[in-house]
Antibody, heavy 120, light 108 residues
Framework: QVQLQQWGAGLLKPSETLSLTCAVYGESFSDFYWNWIRQPPGKGLEWIGEINHSGNTNYNPSFKSRVTISVDTSKNHFSLKLTSVIDADSAVYYC??????????????WGQGTLVIVSS | SSELTQDPAVSVALGQTVRITCQGESLRSHYASWYQQKPGQAPVHVMY???NRPSGIPDRFSGSWSGNTASLTITGAQAEDEADYYCNSRDSSDNRVLFGGGTKLTVL
């Protein structure tokens, strides 16, 4: 059974870079998209971006200038970097495996979530 | 075509049937998937495609779709179904992933 386990710094100051990593257990990187999704406190889900095993990325235009998602297939990890964070970037960040089989797609499973707080 | 709209809140009596809807132009070309989220927990995938349940999801959950609207129906709602529900799709023009704003389901 596939499991995702994520980690990274939980407290940042404005202008710093958010950095999170997600480890994939029980599955290879092939045939899937590996996603980052966030949820500000008390709000809904917001997709940040995705990467496949070849390193091809697809980002939410809202983040495009600040976000980098990368993959390390040798470690079965993928990572998120978000630069120049502000208070509004405070959220629970989730990694998730994405399956795309047009016209269907879904996210399953999800990581446990990492709370990131941006505060001066 | 870049938005998915959900009712913010819906309630249902215990054991009754409730339908949660999701509207958006992207749904005309890409099915919705649905996620259940309980407080303090990560979302759980409960439906995908036209009407496909992941393994382990009770058969009281079903999905449907027509035009620009996708629906998640719970037949015989249980207390443990009380949660936030999110729909998700993809914009076919730019491959962007979309989420609805979420529906808070209360089981009375």
């Amino acid at each position: 059974q596939v499991q995702l386990q994520q980690w990274g710094a939980g407290l940042l100051k404005p202008s710093e870079t958010l950095s999170l990593t997600c480890a994939v257990y029980g599955e290879s990187f092939s045939d899937f998209y590996w996603n980052w999704i966030r949820q500000p406190p008390g709000k809904g889900l917001e997709w940040i971006g995705e990467i496949n095993h070849s390193g091809n990325t697809n980002y939410n235009p809202s983040f495009k200038s600040r976000v980098t998602i990368s993959v390390d297939t040798s470690k079965n990890h993928f990572s998120l970097k978000l630069t120049s964070v502000i208070d509004a970037d405070s959220a629970v960040y989730y990694c998730a495996r994405g399956m795309v089989a047009r016209p269907k797609s879904w996210f399953d499973p999800w990581g446990q979530g990492t709370l990131v707080i941006v505060s001066s | 075509s870049s938005e998915l709209t959900q009712d913010p809140a819906v309630s249902v009596a215990l054991g009754q049937t409730v339908r949660i809807t999701c509207q958006g132009e992207s749904l005309r070309s890409h099915y919705a998937s649905w996620y259940q989220q309980k407080p303090g927990q990560a979302p759980v995938h409960v439906m995908y495609g036209k009407n496909n349940r992941p393994s382990g999801i009770p058969d009281r959950f079903s999905g449907s779709w027509s035009g620009n609207t996708a629906s998640l129906t719970i037949t015989g709602a249980q207390a443990e179904d009380e949660a936030d529900y999110y729909c998700n799709s993809r914009d076919s023009s730019d491959n962007r992933v979309l989420f609805g704003g979420g529906t808070k389901l209360t089981v009375l």
